[in-house]
């Protein structure tokens, strides 16, 4: 623990280091100034910052979709960022887990992934909860960003965001491939009704099983959190009623147009 | 109608344009915003960057009015 405490320090004082080298004068509104150049483009706005700021978020997983969907979340400038994962840093996670750092072995993922955004962004609030997924946890929430890595849990978390009434986005990747979808419960598709049938445990590969490459987990990732900034800003092109299929060995993003389902038993009407 | 007025000469490029942007959002279709740009980048990037985003732009001097559209 000490050496990654030491670690952590020398993280904080390299920044403050360098920042005091290069930069003499502080810029004259920091808010302004950390969220430029996402203010200047013309889709965003000051209201839209001001819709992030008020947000609260959850990421539910800290691996390897998480580290980008909560790095670029926190980035931005989300309000209030609940990071949930109930697993310890492997060093089998590193390749591909970039919140977490040869030090953090051992380390709570939840804890280890709030430190570095803490980092990144202290002007906002964010939250560890070293838990399992439980469907309390999307009360009050503006978002979930699902970042798990089975099908049970991708199913829960469908159900209890569609339960609450909380926009989600889902997201999976294994091997060279993966998908993401975004979902407005009760106006749009959930990811039950594109995918009905939960794949039965040992159908499919998991991660362990299959291997992922570090790159493909950060795109399917940062696509995640770009749909996330989307919902959260109210921008045009939400991927709803539809799931992007990504295969990163061949290039092709192949977008699926799914309906609702009246008679879906997570956000149907019956 | 009194017409908003913003002074960006002190700042450097993109931050002209983002608190050109920021005022523009907080204005009616059809009010004006007058902007006092530096001389060089400024007063190159800001009356572009006002007339790519579809608004009315003129400039006179170092002064940049803009008419939101």
Not at chain 1, 192 to 218: D, I, K, N, S, W
Not at chain 2, 33 to 46: K, M, Y
Request: proline letters at 7%.
């Amino acid at each position: 623990m000490n050496e990654r405490r030491a670690f952590l320090k020398a993280i904080a004082s390299a920044a403050v280091g360098s920042a005091a080298g290069s930069k003499p004068a502080p810029p004259p509104d920091p808010w302004l100034e950390r969220y430029s150049r996402q203010l200047v483009l013309p889709q965003w706005s000051e209201a839209a910052q001001r819709a992030l700021a008020d947000a609260s978020v959850l990421v539910v997983g800290a691996g390897a979709l998480g580290s980008p969907v909560a790095t670029y979340l926190a980035g931005a400038g989300v309000g209030r960022l609940g990071v949930v994962d109930d697993g310890a840093v492997e060093l089998s996670n590193l390749h591909r887990q970039h919140l977490h750092f040869t030090p953090d072995l051992g380390v709570p993922k939840a804890h280890s992934a709030v430190a570095k955004l803490a980092f990144l962004n202290p002007d906002i609030v964010i939250e560890p909860y070293q838990a399992e997924f439980n469907a309390a946890m999307v009360e009050g929430q503006d978002l979930v960003v699902d970042c798990t890595d089975s099908f049970a849990a991708r199913y829960a978390v469908n159900a209890a965001c569609c339960a609450a009434g909380v926009p989600l986005v889902e997201g999976g990747v294994v091997g060279m491939s993966g998908l993401v979808m975004a979902i407005l419960p009760g106006e749009t598709a959930c990811y039950r009704c594109a995918f009905p049938q939960e794949p039965p445990p040992g159908a499919t590969p998991t991660c362990a099983q299959a291997g992922v490459l570090g790159p493909a987990a950060g795109v399917i990732g940062s696509l995640q959190a770009l749909e996330a900034l989307k919902v959260l800003a109210r921008l045009d092109g939400a991927l709803t009623d539809a799931f992007l299929q990504v295969d990163l060995a061949t290039h092709e993003f192949l977008r699926v147009s799914v309906r609702r389902r009246e008679d879906c038993p997570d956000c149907g009407a019956a | 109608m009194p017409v908003r007025t913003l002074d960006v000469s002190d700042l450097t490029c993109p931050m002209t344009w983002v608190r050109t942007k920021l005022e523009l959002e907080r204005l009616e279709v059809g009010e004006a915003l007058e902007v006092r740009c530096a001389e060089g980048e400024a007063l190159e990037n800001v009356p572009r960057s006002a007339a790519d985003a579809g608004h009315d732009v003129r400039v006179d001097g170092r002064i940049v009015r803009i008419v939101r559209r």
